[in-house]
């Protein structure tokens, strides 16, 4: 089974930036998606930012224009490049690969935390 490893995370003051990883331990097949979610406590996990297969990106709108999602060539790697990160922020941030008629693949997750 192909593991998904968050990396990136981290403690950071309000107005800085942080780059997120999300590695995958081998080939994914029909791909349709890679995305970010992150989850407070006691709360459930929310979409941050998707890049679907066919290029297109979406974002929550509380990240729009602070946040930006990509992903390497081959599909391995997907990126959350976050600025302006405000104590809002601060969760735990899991990536997500949904695939075609598949079940998604999720990391572990990887602590951001936004000092004000």
């Known amino acids: 089974q192909v593991q998904l490893v968050e990396s990136g995370g981290g403690l950071v003051q309000a107005g800085g930036s942080l780059r997120l990883s999300c590695v995958a331990s081998g080939s994914i097949l029909h791909i349709n998606a890679m995305r970010w979610y992150r989850q407070t406590p006691g709360n459930q996990r929310v979409l941050v930012a998707a890049i679907h297969s066919g290029g297109g990106t979406n974002y929550a709108d509380s990240v729009k224009g602070r946040f930006t999602i990509s992903r390497d060539n081959a599909w391995n790697t997907v990126y959350l490049h976050m600025n302006s990160l405000k104590p809002e922020d601060t969760a735990v941030y899991h990536c997500?690969?949904?695939?075609?008629?598949?079940?998604?693949?999720w990391g572990q997750g990887t602590q951001v935390t936004v000092s004000s």
């Open positions: 997500n690969v949904g695939r075609w008629s598949m079940p998604d693949l």
